[in-house]
């Protein structure tokens, strides 16, 4: 049996991980979830898992869970960060997912990372803010970092499992290209918030689906492969492929190309973490309809490869490069939801602020929290400066 902590566990990749865990309730134990403000799920998830562990730093959340819980002892009901940590190393734990979306994500995934377990990343902006701190900390605490976001357990699958890329001579990262495929930028102006979250293959949470949307979402994933994989940025090319069946191909120096594919779930790539280096999971999945299936590639849309661009030279740069892109990003999208700016102007926002901060080399985890914050700062000035 193995025990597993969801960190955000009321959220779109949390409600993957439970559906695993349920069709697998003989391998597969949910022992405690984190949440921050979604009450009533999260104590619907209590109730249905009887679970033993639960932590919110949400003050409301957490004065919620006791009331609700004052009889039941078998709840432990955790508050401070220093019990959550106390949790995350506790012997029976095995795998710890990292779900929660956003710069949030960082502080529990630095946690996850010095526990020597297995962690399944979501959250893929801790590694785009913080690769530098996050992976030799893991490395130091012999801690696993097996991907479940879609492309980047396909690229594992793909190299079997392993992150040994010594033969590999190419990975192709595939996009569906999201609702506004074939559109231009200067056609974004008038879309709405409806239209931006409608995505056409894949459900999921607010803020990753506006960055699918925008593209932002496969620069954060060339960053993310680039430190999981430890590649230079040029042996990754981003191709757009709209049927979402192939999550990605690694060709091989001998030519041969491996790819992955499923309909579009994130259960796959999560069961697979689920059971990695074991026996698979069973899972109840829809089959691809071979007969039926057009799969079509198209390049990245001419005036999106200034942002691409600037996420290739963060491969290159390091240091707090990310941590800028990635602040710039969670403003401009916030902004975006709020209606306070415009679809169109994201790329703005993220340009102009990238810019105005420079990129220092070293970072620890102080330097990069700081960063965050002034360039937090610094893009909601754009935002006023254009709103
Ligand atoms: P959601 O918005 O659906 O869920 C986010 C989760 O994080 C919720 O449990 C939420 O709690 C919690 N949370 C949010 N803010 C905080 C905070 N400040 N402190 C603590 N917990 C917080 O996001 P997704 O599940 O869509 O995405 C999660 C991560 O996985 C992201 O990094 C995303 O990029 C990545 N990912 C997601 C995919 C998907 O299919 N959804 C695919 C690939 C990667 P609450 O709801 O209780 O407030
Ligand atoms: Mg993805």
């Known amino acids: ?11 779109s ?21 984190t949440f921050s403000s979604n009450i ?11 679970l033993k562990n639960v932590y919110s730093d949400s003050d409301e959340s957490h004065k919620s869970l006791k009331h609700t819980y004052e009889n039941n002892q078998e709840l432990n009901i955790l508050r401070e960060k220093s019990e959550l940590e106390e949790l995350l190393n506790k012997d029976d734990v095995d795998i710890i997912v990292s779900a929660i979306s956003g710069f949030s994500g960082l502080e529990s995934t630095l946690m996850a990372a010095k526990t020597g377990k297995t962690i399944l990343l979501a959250n893929k902006e801790s590694i785009v803010v913080a690769g530098e701190v996050v992976l030799p900390l893991a490395k130091e605490h012999s801690t696993e970092i ?17 992150k040994n890329t010594d033969d590999v001579s190419k990975i192709i990262i595939t996009a569906s290209g999201g609702p506004f495929l074939n559109k231009k930028i ?37 960053i993310e492969a680039k430190y999981l994989f430890n ?42 973490a689920l059971s990695v280096h074991n026996k698979r999971l069973s899972l109840n999945f829809s089959e691809i309809d071979f007969s039926s299936l057009k799969l079509t ?88 400066s254009i709103s």
Not at 199 to 206: K, L, R, T, V
């Open 231 to 272: 590649l230079n940025e040029k042996f990754f090319d981003l191709v757009v492929h709209p049927q979402s069946i192939i999550h990605s191909i690694v060709t091989y120096t001998d030519g041969s190309s491996i790819c992955q594919m499923s309909n579009p779930d994130m259960r796959v790539p999560i069961a697979h």
């Open 40 to 50: 009533a799920k999260a104590k619907n998830i209590i109730n249905e898992f009887k």
């Open 297 to 384: 590639f198209q390049d990245i849309p001419e005036d999106r490869s200034g942002l691409v661009n600037i996420a290739r030279n963060i491969c290159n740069l390091g240091g707090s490069s990310g941590t800028i892109f990635n602040a710039a990003n969670e403003i401009a999208v916030q902004s975006f939801l709020e209606e306070q700016i415009t679809f169109d102007k994201i790329y703005e926002v993220i340009y102009r602020t990238f810019d105005a901060i420079p990129v220092s080399k070293n970072v620890d985890i102080d330097t990069i929290y700081e960063t965050d914050n002034e360039t937090r700062i610094e893009a909601k000035k754009v935002v006023k």
């Open 13 to 33: 990749i949390g409600d993957s991980v439970l559906s695993v865990i349920k069709q697998n309730k003989n391998k597969l134990n949910l022992l405690g979830i």
């Open 186 to 222: 200067s056609q974004l102006s008038k879309v709405t918030k409806k239209e931006a979250l409608n995505h056409p293959n894949w459900e999921m949470g607010a803020k990753i689906t506006i960055d699918s949307a925008s593209l932002v979402n496969k620069c954060l994933e060339l």
């Open 1 to 11: 049996m193995k025990n597993i902590i969801v960190l955000g566990a009321t959220g």
């Open 146 to 162: 097996i991907p479940i976001d879609s492309e980047h357990n396909a690229i594992f699958q793909c190299l079997n499992s392993n």
